[in-house]
């Protein structure tokens, strides 16, 4: 009886927590459908009295959202593909090679997760514009193809491989470029499909850099899209959050569905040190 009341409180407390947790987002939802009196009115409501699904075309008149939201898929894949690929590289470098100062290397390479992004903004913003990409693809993405963290995730699932499979693989004539293409990346799927994910999210609901070196619409991404709907004059709060919930809506299912396999990699690569 006693066991029973505890699983009960636990799963009380973390129902509550949950809902805490979502709240913002159902009443993102909420406040999207609304009618703009009502999402003004004080104090605010929060269950919509009736539905007004006109705000989501309305958003689409006042700024170009669909092109903005094709060009942060667009940076956010090229970005999570590019650190897929050197991440993946420089973890089975330092996970399965052998060479001087490997230890040294990666020590200092993690190191770097350290250095606030706002330190290197303005260095990275000075070699953009030194070499002509502002306002460019190039300009949005290079700078975060490799990661950190990446490369230390994926080195720690590496590590958990068993040693007998390199050693049997070596013994059939497979060097290195075969063992990590035909056998290193299929055993890994958990943890790329979590640097996938974390990559991806993350790009997308990049705000600062792509403020910072675009200046047409025709660059922007979804988190600038969002600011355009707020107007000095007044603000419109249903529109706000009726682009509010365009954006987040694609990030929030690719972490719903991505989530069994984003945990799953970060519980495993953790494993080992």
Known sequence: MKRHLNSTLLYVLLTIAAALILYPVIYTFFMAVMSPEEASAYPPSF????????????????????????????????????QLITASLAAYAFAKMEFKGKNFIFSMFVATMMIPWEVTIIPNYLTVRSWNWLDTYQGLTVPFLATA??????????????????????????????????????????????LAVYSFLNMYNSYLWPLLITNS??????????????????????????????????????????????????AAGALKG
């Open 47 to 82: 269950l919509p009295h009736s539905f007004h699904l006109a705000n989501f075309t309305e958003v689409f008149e006042i700024v170009p959202i669909a092109a903005f939201i094709g060009n942060t898929f667009l940076i956010s894949g090229l970005t999570m593909i590019g």
């Open 149 to 194: 963290f990446g490369t230390f995730l994926l080195r720690q699932f590496f590590l958990q491989l068993p040693k007998e499979l390199f050693e049997a693989a070596r013994m059939d004539g497979c060097g290195h470029i075969r063992y990590f293409l035909f056998h290193v990346l299929p055993l890994s799927r958990p943890a790329l499909g979590t």
């Open 217 to 266: 619409e025709n660059m922007r991404t979804v988190q600038i899209g969002i600011s355009m709907l707020e107007f000095q004059e007044s603000t419109s709060w249903n529109l706000v959050f009726a682009g509010t919930a365009l954006v987040i809506l694609p990030s929030l299912l690719l972490l719903i569905f991505g989530l069994k396999q984003l945990v799953r990699g970060m």
